[in-house]
């Protein structure tokens, strides 16, 4: 179908939609045209552009196909042999998309990309993900379509969270679990989120507003600074104090908390009787930890055993948050310290 369109040069492709969004001036029906350094926006026909935002054309544009999980495969020629080994899942932040692109598959990268760029809505970048390294868990990524950097921010429970996938932790795959987490702050409690990255725990518990206070703790300065940008925006995070610290260092004199979130999954375990401490007689520690399915029976009396003061914690509940590997999975535990 033919309509009004505007033109605009890729650099500032993402500039101009957002505010082609904030003026309702963008057609959401059809889908947006990438040329080779341009990218032409569907416009909404009664709605003024400014002349200094690109040229004002005549397009034929093509409504959205109807979509659902995995079929970014349909968009790629390839034969059964290849597409075996073709992901299903991939990741989205922001405008971001990220893949892990097995071995097979690595000469075949920008096919993958340009694919999930026109598959994704809104998507501005493709990234091959290579996965989480160091104490500070930053992603190494490598661009295989679109263009523009690392940073965005991505939507989750009615928040925009600012996000740089290669400066600081964020995994979309934890919405779920920010929100559960939120959900049970009880009215006036105190909250330590320990090793919060850009704080998504901190910014959904403070959008729930019945913490009294939320201290957020984090070694990579990048990532609390990434937090008190996104919670700037927010009146109600005013109750959030960010902190660059180690937690070994942090929790030597930290006055306990009705409540702790403890998300260092690989390493938690070296910690936990650390961050124990930090909880209050009668408090409750939200603690994540990578466990293998074969050795998931028994898992929480054991780590329920390791906190201190000794026999004061039970293991209320914990549930898998979502597969981590072919053999293991990220699991919620939530523990309870007793009364003094
Ligand atoms: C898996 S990320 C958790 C991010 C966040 N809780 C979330 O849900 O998105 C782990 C975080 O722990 C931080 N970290 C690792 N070791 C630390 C330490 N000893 N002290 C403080 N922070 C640490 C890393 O910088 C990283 O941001």
């Given at each position: 179908m033919i309509g009004r369109a505007l033109v605009v040069p890729r650099a500032r492709a993402e500039e101009v939609r957002r505010a082609l969004l904030e003026r309702a001036a963008l057609r959401t029906d059809v889908a947006i045209l990438r040329g080779e350094g341009t990218v032409t926006f569907p416009l909404r026909p009664d709605v003024p552009i400014p002349s200094d935002w690109g040229e004002v054309v005549e397009r034929t544009f093509s409504p959205h196909r109807p979509r659902g999980p995995g079929e970014f495969r349909e968009l790629l020629p390839w034969g059964p042999e290849l597409l075996a080994d073709l992901p299903r899942s991939f990741d989205v932040i922001g405008e971001i998309v990220?893949?892990?692109?097995?071995?097979?598959?690595?000469?075949?990268?920008?096919?993958?990309?340009?694919?999930?760029?026109?598959?994704?809505?809104?998507?501005?970048?493709?990234?091959w993900d290579r996965g989480v390294h160091g104490p500070e868990r930053r992603r190494s990524v490598e661009r295989i379509a679109g263009a523009g950097g690392w940073r965005t921010r991505?939507?989750?429970?009615?928040?925009?969270?600012?996000?740089?996938?290669?400066?600081?932790?964020?995994?979309?795959?934890?919405?779920?679990?920010?929100?559960?987490?939120?959900?049970?702050?009880?009215?006036?409690?105190?909250?330590?989120d320990l090793a919060c990255g850009v704080g998504p725990f901190s910014l959904t518990i403070a959008q729930g507003a019945r913490a009294r206070e939320i201290v957020?703790?984090?070694?990579?300065?990048?990532?609390i600074a990434?937090?008190?940008?996104?919670?700037?925006?927010?009146?109600?995070?005013?109750?959030?104090?960010?902190?660059?610290?180690?937690?070994?260092?942090?929790?030597?004199?930290?006055?306990?908390?009705?409540?702790?979130?403890?998300?260092?999954?690989?390493?938690?375990?070296?910690?936990?009787?650390?961050?124990?401490?930090?909880?209050?007689?009668?408090?409750?520690?939200?603690?994540?930890?990578?466990?293998?399915?074969?050795?998931?029976?028994?898992?929480?009396?054991?780590?329920?055993?390791?906190?201190?003061?000794?026999?004061a914690w039970?293991?209320?509940?914990?549930?898998?948050?979502?597969?981590?590997?072919?053999?293991?999975?990220?699991?919620?535990?939530?523990?309870?310290r007793g009364p003094a």
């Amino acid at each position: 179908m033919i309509g009004r369109a505007l033109v605009v040069p890729r650099a500032r492709a993402e500039e101009v939609r957002r505010a082609l969004l904030e003026r309702a001036a963008l057609r959401t029906d059809v889908a947006i045209l990438r040329g080779e350094g341009t990218v032409t926006f569907p416009l909404r026909p009664d709605v003024p552009i400014p002349s200094d935002w690109g040229e004002v054309v005549e397009r034929t544009f093509s409504p959205h196909r109807p979509r659902g999980p995995g079929e970014f495969r349909e968009l790629l020629p390839w034969g059964p042999e290849l597409l075996a080994d073709l992901p299903r899942s991939f990741d989205v932040i922001g405008e971001i998309v990220l893949v892990r692109i097995p071995p097979s598959l690595e000469t075949r990268k920008e096919e993958i990309g340009e694919a999930l760029l026109r598959f994704v809505p809104g998507a501005r970048i493709v990234g091959w993900d290579r996965g989480v390294h160091g104490p500070e868990r930053r992603r190494s990524v490598e661009r295989i379509a679109g263009a523009g950097g690392w940073r965005t921010r991505h939507r989750e429970n009615r928040l925009e969270i600012e996000v740089d996938v290669e400066r600081a932790y964020f995994s979309p795959r934890l919405a779920r679990e920010h929100a559960l987490v939120a959900g049970a702050v009880a009215a006036g409690e105190r909250v330590y989120d320990l090793a919060c990255g850009v704080g998504p725990f901190s910014l959904t518990i403070a959008q729930g507003a019945r913490a009294r206070e939320i201290v957020a703790v984090d070694a990579n300065e990048e990532a609390i600074a990434l937090l008190r940008s996104s919670a700037a925006r927010y009146p109600f995070a005013s109750r959030i104090r960010a902190e660059r610290a180690r937690i070994e260092a942090f929790v030597e004199s930290a006055e306990p908390f009705e409540r702790a979130v403890f998300n260092l999954p690989r390493e938690g375990i070296k910690y936990a009787p650390l961050v124990a401490r930090a909880v209050a007689p009668g408090g409750r520690l939200h603690y994540y930890e990578v466990v293998p399915r074969a050795g998931a029976s028994g898992r929480a009396e054991l780590i329920a055993s390791a906190l201190p003061p000794r026999s004061a914690w039970r293991p209320v509940e914990s549930h898998s948050v979502h597969p981590y590997s072919p053999s293991a999975d990220l699991v919620a535990f939530l523990f309870e310290r007793g009364p003094a």
